[in-house]
Every structure is written in C-alpha cells, then in structure tokens.
Nanobody
Framework: QVQLVESGGGLVQAGGSLRLSCAASGRTFSRYAMGWFRQAPGKEREFVAAITRSGTSTYYADSVKGRFTISRDNAKNTVYLQMDSLQPEDTAVYYC?????????????????WGQGTQVTVSS
C-alpha cells in the first residue's frame, strides 16, 4: 500500500505559477505509475498528467499540454506538478494517484490509491 499527501495549492492570479507536490509513504514508490487529476465544483474528476515509474515517459491532457509539467523524484518518494500560465478554468481540487503498473493511465478507475487533494484557485 501507499499513502499520498498533496501540498502546494493556493490562490494565484491568472498567468501565475504553482508547484504541487505529492509525498508518498513506503519504500516501494518506484513501483507505481503516478497521475494528477483535478475536480472542479459540479464536474467529474478529470485527468491532468501521468508519469511512468521511472519518470522517462509522461502524458498530458490537451488542456494543460505546454503549461503543466509532471516529474518525480523516486529518491524522495515525491511526484510534482509544475503549473505555469494558470487560468481561471484551472481552478479545482487537485489529486495525485498511484497505480502499481509500468504503464501510465488517464483513467480514474485505473488508479488504486489517492491523496486527499489540494485546492488550486486562479483569479482573473
């Protein structure tokens, strides 16, 4: 099992940046592909970005491609989401998720473990 704790959310003006972190417990972090998802009020949870266990491959939703960057540090059991050029439509609760698989996934149902979420609010 793995426990996930997100941090780094907050209030930022449009055009600004934030860096989210997700710290994982345990010594098997490198066995998990990781993903970031977000959920805005009244909307379903949606995929944002994913990264393979080794960190060599990444995948992004079209809505964030070129603005967000996912990365991981297996020595620190942490995955990051660098968010640049933020827009009001990026406002949501952001969740990290883990799946013990060599493959990335954009599907919510494929992930076994979830963090509690961190709020990101972008003002116009």
């Amino acid at each position: 099992q793995v426990q996930l704790v997100e941090s780094g959310g907050g209030l930022v003006q449009a055009g600004g940046s934030l860096r989210l972190s997700c710290a994982a417990s345990g010594r098997t972090f490198s066995r998990y592909a990781m993903g970031w998802f977000r959920q805005a009020p009244g909307k379903e949870r949606e995929f944002v970005a994913a990264i393979t266990r080794s960190g060599t491959s990444t995948y992004y939703a079209d809505s964030v491609k070129g603005r967000f960057t996912i990365s991981r540090d297996n020595a620190k059991n942490t995955v990051y989401l660098q968010m640049d050029s933020l827009q009001p439509e990026d406002t949501a609760v952001y969740y990290c998720a883990a799946v013990p698989s060599p493959a990335m996934s954009s599907r919510v149902d494929d992930y076994d473990y979830w963090g509690q979420g961190t709020q990101v609010t972008v003002s116009s």
